[in-house]
């Protein structure tokens, strides 16, 4: 990508700092409505599990109380505290939905941080909604532009791209410019993981990545509300996202992905609700 160019990050930046929700396509709108949904009845399903009762436990343990809900329990905590539980339990029983293409989660990636700063900044369901998409749409075309290439060297994709889309979806319900989110999303790049080594003992890490992700991009947007500067460049950069998480020869990078056709073209379309709760490479 030339660097005479804006940026990927500008242009991301550009689409969600001025979208508003009408923009959007009616269809990928009501399935935005669909799949947020699903997430809310996976989020009370995962509170029967050991997973969900010990994430809540923990988290409350710090003991910073808040106005943010906690999906299905009678908890406030702050945003951040708030997002990474609901992102545990939005996630944790791999049933949530899943875009083929990019080997993501698209809604875990977004909501737990549109549900806690649209609830303590007490924005419209059109605002958080619009946040939402612009920030699932970006984890989405990261995903696509690494062609899986997050997996074969051991991240676990949906953990790697949650910190960049929860700060789109961040930065856009706290009104910032698009200087604001590109350095938001610099930031993010500098906190962006999730090692797939559970695979080895069935550790429940997995489950827990996009409620950091959303953690980081919650922490990213206020920083560069407050003048904060993160790298332009994150993911195209030298030593930026691609450089370093992917190894060369494992996996074809297609980075015009990322922003061919941005806020025309909307992935989040094609995102598919699981019809059972496994894998989907199974």
Known sequence: MSTTQPSAARQIAGMAAGLRLEQVPAPVVDRARLHILDALGLALA?????????????????????RCSVIGSPLRLN????????????????????????????????????????????????????AFIAGAETGIRIGLAVNGGFHHVGYHATGVVSHFASAVTAGRLLGLDAAQ??????????????????LEEGAWTKRFHPGWGAVAGITAAHLARQGFQGPTRPYEGKFGLYETH??????????????????????????????YPVCHFI
Not at 50 to 64: K, L, N, Q, S, W
Not at 248 to 253: C, D, F
């Open 46 to 66: 995962s509170h029967a599990y050991d997973y969900g009762r010990r994430t809540i436990a923990g988290v409350a343990g710090i003991g910073e109380e808040g």
């Open 79 to 130: 945003p951040r505290d708030a997002a990474l539980v609901n992102g545990v339990l939005i996630h944790g029983l791999d049933f949530d939905d899943t875009h083929l293409s990019s080997i993501i989660h698209p809604t875990c990636t977004a909501l737990p941080a549109a549900l806690a700063l649209g609830e303590q900044l007490d924005r419209s369901g059109a605002e958080m909604l619009a």
């Open 181 to 198: 989110i590109t350095s938001a999303q610099g930031v993010v790049g500098s906190t962006a993981s999730g090692i797939q080594v559970f």
């Open 246 to 275: 992917l190894h060369p020869g494992r996996g074809e990078l297609r980075a015009d992905a990322l922003t061919a056709g941005l806020g025309d073209v909307w992935h989040f379309g094609e995102t598919a609700l699981k019809p």
